[in-house]
């Protein structure tokens, strides 16, 4: 059966592993590396067109960018067990601001979003709504 309208992601990232400067430069990539059952389950449910934020942890704890899942789910190379899967993600558009995580949890629409919530979440989903409050907030709309 055939989703009918796309979901939303946010997926994290350490800027010194793979930062949104180096998504940009690629403009493509395979969202590999992730070992976190929930987070598995998440990437097993993205769609080709499904719209993600890219946020950078570590320090700058930011929504800095946007991107488009490509490819669905897939065998994950870097996995040494079966049963990781990776998506194809490719970049979008930076945030004219990036969004820190304190605007973040001091906005009252995005208190129960899953990035408050289970901060720790690789790969998460995000509502429309929040979606587009995170795009407002960061200046894209």
């Known amino acids: 059966m055939k989703k009918s309208s796309a979901s939303y992601w946010l997926v994290k990232s350490e800027p010194e592993t793979y930062s949104w400067t180096d998504f940009v430069r690629d403009g493509r990539t395979a969202w590999t ?13 993205m769609r080709r067109g499904d719209r ?4 950078e942890s570590g320090v ?6 946007t991107a488009v899942v490509t490819r669905a ?5 870097t996995a040494t067990e079966p049963g990781w899967v990776a998506v194809e993600l490719k970049a979008g558009k930076a945030l004219p601001v990036a969004l820190p ?3 973040i949890k001091a906005d009252s629409i995005l208190a129960n979003m899953a990035l408050v919530r289970i901060s720790r979440l690789s790969v998460q989903p995000v509502t429309a709504h929040e979606f587009e409050r995170i795009l407002k907030l960061g200046g894209s709309v």
Request: hydrophobic content about 45%; charged content about 20%.
């Open 101 to 103: 995580l304190s605007t």
């Open 73 to 77: 789910a897939f065998p994950d190379e």
């Open 60 to 65: 700058a704890k930011s929504v800095v960018g």
């Open 33 to 45: 590396g992730v070992r976190n059952n929930a987070a598995r389950l998440h990437l097993k449910s």
């Open 52 to 55: 993600v934020l890219f946020y």
